[in-house]
């Protein structure tokens, strides 16, 4: 039935025409934006978990940014070490050379008292970052000897988060303690076995300008070269188990990094839009939206065909 009020071939039309417009408006919208899920009115479900994984993602960025930090200051810490077993392997060497009968030891021990200085200094200035592990005051208020280093954040089933840390124990391998009541490595007393008692000599202090050649004195002098001896088996333990440190805190960093992006790679396959195929639809509603315009003319020309049948 054709009529002058209504027109239904233009409602038809004007219908279809208005939801190719809207599907015209949803693809240039993702080939703008270059996501499918835009915001959560596209997909609620897909959009909560990729919102909650960028979330994640960026604290991952944190975490591998820690674990660098962490890594410069036992890199700080090693390096430092190592330097330390050098100077006290002189020191030892000096020790053995005075053991030669008739040898000046005053002048051997002016040597010795620069190399001395040499690792207070080395321990001194092993800071990054305000922190230093190897000379330290462990009667201060805010002395805790566990380094801790951000490691990872996880979250399980139930959407729980937790975050782990890499433990360093710097009780075993400071240099210096300036407390009363606790010692490190160098400043700490070593007696006839070398090992760090009540009693004795430290490397920090040992001093062998007063001893002759007496047995008494050489005997002393013998214990000295074990403790400076001992010591650097103890400094060899530490930097071997803050290198042991570094590696796992540079395999963890690797891991991390690779998990942000299977993080990214995820969510990407949620949300994100294909353009090939956007831009191949977005060809398909063009060619829609031009016919579409040519049914609403052809249908709105449909009342001038009445005015004919009264001619």
Do not use: C, H
Request: hydrophobic share 40%.
């Amino acid at each position: 039935m054709n009529s002058i009020k209504t027109n239904f071939a233009a409602m038809t039309a004007l219908q279809s025409l208005n939801s190719t417009n809207k599907e015209m408006l949803k693809t240039q919208s993702r080939i703008s934006t270059g996501f499918r899920v835009a915001t959560a009115e596209d997909n609620a479900s897909y959009w909560s978990i990729a919102t909650t994984m960028r979330s994640d993602s960026k604290a991952l960025s944190t975490v591998k940014d820690a674990l660098g930090l962490g890594s410069a200051t036992v890199d700080v810490a090693y390096t430092a070490i190592n330097s330390a077993i050098d100077v006290t392997s002189e020191i030892k060497s000096k020790l053995v050379a005075a053991r030669e009968p008739g040898i000046d030891r005053a002048k051997v021990q002016g040597e010795i008292k620069e190399l001395q200085n040499q690792l207070k200094s080395v321990g001194d200035s092993a800071v990054f970052s305000g922190q230093n592990w190897l000379s330290v005051d462990s009667a201060a208020s805010n002395y805790n000897a566990s380094k801790s280093i951000v490691a990872s954040f996880t979250r399980d089933s139930s959407g729980g988060i937790s975050i782990n840390t890499i433990s360093v124990d710097t009780a075993t391998i400071k240099l210096y303690d300036s407390s009363a009541s606790a010692v490190g490595i160098l400043d700490g007393l070593r007696g006839s076995t070398g090992a760090i008692g009540a009693s004795g000599a430290s490397v920090a202090s040992l001093d062998i300008s007063a001893l002759t050649d007496s047995a008494a004195d050489l005997t002393t002098l013998e214990n000295y070269v074990k403790g400076v001896d001992s010591a650097i088996k103890e400094m060899t333990t530490a930097a071997t188990n803050l290198g042991s440190v570094k590696q796992r805190i540079g395999m963890q960093k690797d891991f991390v990094g690779a998990l942000m992006q299977a993080i990214d790679r995820g969510v990407s396959t949620l949300v994100d839009a294909d353009m090939n195929e956007e831009s191949t639809k977005l060809q398909a509603l063009q060619v829609q939206q031009q016919l579409g315009v040519q049914a609403m003319s052809i249908a709105n020309g449909s009342s001038q065909n009445i005015l004919s049948l009264f001619r």
